[in-house]
């Protein structure tokens, strides 16, 4: 049911729920990346296996919207939650007395990855079912305090724990997050219209797609654009964070897992400060401006860059100055990412109508996806061959970003002479 007031019944079971089940991958993200990389320290292994993951959300993200705006979200949390317990139950099982299992950790991240495909653009097409349109802006701000929460929660839980206890205990906590996620959920109220099948499930799903990319190409053409762009950022973008981040600390800088995790930290710190900020920033700088956070984002990327430099990595026998620039820089760009996120995330969900809202998303999750796998195995390679020169990427990175802030801020302005017309 849509309430009037933000922090009602069913938002504050979804804002929880998400919580506890994001803390809990949180660690184990952590703990993967520290497992990984102490095992065989190569960055090009390590984006392999976050890449192949990342497949079935290329592939299954827009049914997993159809299957969000045709079937209960209620019931499609629920099952999907029970459901990751159940196999992260049975995987921690599995690596009891059976240590340096790569390969087991890369099919399970391929599986919860392929529930998360699902699971993922079911939530955020709930989020307007039970609130206000006039608290869009707060709500997805909300939902993003609470992700970077987890990030800044998350590694320093796992630090802790995977010195101390190993990597089965932080599975463990994440199956039992999982299902207190998934129990809590049974006491949402979800809006739910059953709409008729015209024909088999596969086929009605693939059409709904099919009608979705054509509502967004006849209707809300900036929309599909802006999505467009965004894979292409996360072509570059992302393995910034999802490799460069680890490598950098764990294998240029040689800290150790405690400073890596307060460094993960602190970048979950500026996407909390980014996301509480957000409204403000939101009303001083509209969609219209956007183009503006991504220059001032390329500012934190080439700030990262500059941290690698020979002069400051060479100073200490563990760069701690370049550690501490490193982190300073990454905090800068995550707190612009959270606004970007945010302002992009708010601005779809007021431009497609609400019978469209779950495949939109998923076509969301998939587009912003589809080039990530491609992004880390390159960049994995990149960090691997230019380990003495990494500021080169940076750099790069740096002027990929200033031109994808002229082509949003051309398109912007194509689209407000439109309206004018």
């Known amino acids: 049911m849509k309430e009037n007031q933000l922090f009602n019944k069913n938002f504050i079971i979804i804002g929880i729920g998400q919580f506890i089940s994001m803390f809990g991958n949180s660690m184990q993200r952590f703990a993967f990346s520290l497992y990984i990389l102490d095992l065989t320290g190569s960055a090009a292994l390590f984006a ?54 790569i390969l087991g950790i890369g099919v399970l991240i391929f599986v919860l990855s392929t529930i998360n495909s699902i699971y993922e653009p079911t939530v955020r097409a709930s989020i307007p079912s039970v609130i206000a349109k006039e608290h869009y802006t707060a709500g997805n701000s909300m939902v993003s305090q609470i992700s970077a929460l987890t990030m800044l929660l998350g590694p320093i839980s796992a630090g802790f724990l995977y010195g101390f206890y190993g990597l089965q205990t932080i599975l463990i906590i994440n199956m039992l997050s999982f299902l207190i996620s998934a129990i809590m959920e049974l006491f949402l109220t979800i809006p739910f219209e059953k709409t008729k099948m015209e024909s088999s499930p596969l086929v009605t799903y693939l059409n709904d797609i099919k009608a979705t990319l054509k509502f967004l190409y006849y209707e809300r053409p900036l929309v599909l654009s802006f999505l467009f762009i965004c894979a292409g950022i996360n072509l570059f973008m992302t393995p910034l964070y999802t490799v460069g981040v680890p490598y950098v600390e764990k294998i240029t800088m040689g800290i150790s897992n405690e400073l890596y995790g307060i460094s993960e930290a602190i970048l979950g710190v500026g996407m909390i400060f980014g996301a509480l900020l957000s409204p403000l920033i939101a009303r001083h ?33 563990t760069p701690l100055t370049a550690y501490g620039f490193f982190t300073f820089f990454g905090f800068i760009l995550m707190f612009f990412v959270a606004n970007i996120n945010i302002q992009a995330l708010t601005f779809i969900q007021l431009q497609v109508p609400q019978n469209q809202m779950g495949k939109t998303m998923a076509l969301t999750t998939a587009l912003s996806t589809v080039f990530m796998p491609v992004g880390q195995i390159l960049f994995g390679q990149l960090y691997d061959h230019l380990n003495s020169e990494l500021i080169v990427i940076y750099i790069l990175v740096t002027g990929l970003t200033f031109g994808i802030a002229k082509i949003i801020h051309h398109l912007n302005n194509s689209y407000s002479d439109v309206k004018q017309a």
């Open 48 to 101: 392999l296996i976050i890449s192949i993951a990342i497949i079935p959300t290329i592939i299954l993200a827009p049914i997993g919207g159809a299957i969000a705006d045709r079937a209960s979200k209620k019931r499609i949390m629920i099952l999907l939650d029970f459901c990751c317990a159940a196999i992260i139950g049975v995987f921690s099982i599995f690596i009891y007395g059976n240590p340096h299992q």
């Open 285 to 317: 700088n509209p969609f219209e401006k956007i183009h503006r956070l991504f220059l001032l984002m390329g500012i934190g990327i080439l700030g990262m860059g500059f941290c690698l430099t020979p002069w400051l990595m060479d100073n200490s026998p």
